[in-house]
Structure formats: structure tokens, C-alpha cells
């Protein structure tokens, strides 16, 4: 069974800086694309990022675009987002999820097979 677990979140000022983590155990990491979304409250789930398996295909939302980046260790079975040049509007949950097909960069909740719990973001003014 693939289990996803997000650590990093936390309380930021704006301008400042996180790094989420996503540990993935029980597949085969390395092989699956990865991606990150978030939600805020009263808000659906949004896409905000996406790697593929060897991390030659990335693609980031436009609103983080320049400010987020993604990356991956498959040695660690981690995908990570540092974000900075954080904004009070990049408050919310953050979700990792993983496409069993590694080839493929997708930005859409439904076309991910496996997401972790969240990790809080709130980013204060």
C-alpha cells in the first residue's frame, strides 16, 4: 500500500520562505510522476506543481511560477517544494499525490492515484 506523508508546513510571514517534504513508502516511488496541490478554505483543490519520474518534465502552476520549485530525490523517495517569496493568498492546506504513470506531467485531482494528508501552510501579512 502507498503511503504519501507531508512534513514542513508551519506559520511564515510574507516574503518568507518553507520547504515541504513528501516521504512516500510501500511503491515504487521512482517510477511514479509527482505533483503537489493545495486548498484553501472554501476553495477546491488546485493544482501547484508537477515532476515527472526522472525530473527531465516539470510544470508549475502560474501563480507560483519564479517563486516555487519542485524536486525529488528517488534515492530518499522524496519530493520536495521550496517556496518562497511567500503571500498571505498562498495560505492553505498542501497535498502531495503521485501518478502511477511517471511519463506524464498532470494537473488535474482525478488523474492522481495516491495523495498524502496535508500539511498546513498560512502565510500571515
Known amino acids: 500500500q502507498v503511503q504519501l506523508v507531508e512534513s514542513g508546513g508551519g506559520l511564515v510571514q510574507a516574503g518568507g520562505s518553507l520547504r515541504l517534504s513528501c516521504a512516500c513508502s510501500?511503491?515504487?516511488?521512482?517510477?511514479?510522476?509527482m505533483g503537489w496541490f493545495r486548498q484553501a478554505p472554501g476553495k477546491e483543490r488546485e493544482f501547484v506543481s508537477a515532476i515527472s519520474r526522472s525530473a527531465r518534465t516539470i510544470h508549475d502552476a502560474a501563480s507560483v511560477r519564479g517563486r516555487f520549485t519542485i524536486s525529488r530525490d528517488n534515492a530518499r523517495n522524496t519530493v520536495y517544494l521550496q517556496m518562497n517569496s511567500l503571500k498571505p493568498e498562498d495560505t492553505a492546506v498542501y497535498y502531495c499525490?503521485?501518478?502511477?504513470?511517471?511519463?506524464?506531467?498532470?494537473?488535474?485531482?482525478?488523474?492522481?492515484?495516491?495523495w498524502g494528508q496535508g500539511t498546513q501552510v498560512t502565510v500571515s501579512s
Open positions: 510501500g511503491g515504487t516511488f521512482s517510477s511514479y510522476s
Open positions: 499525490a503521485a501518478d502511477r504513470n511517471g511519463l506524464r506531467i498532470r494537473t488535474e485531482v482525478l488523474e492522481y492515484d495516491y
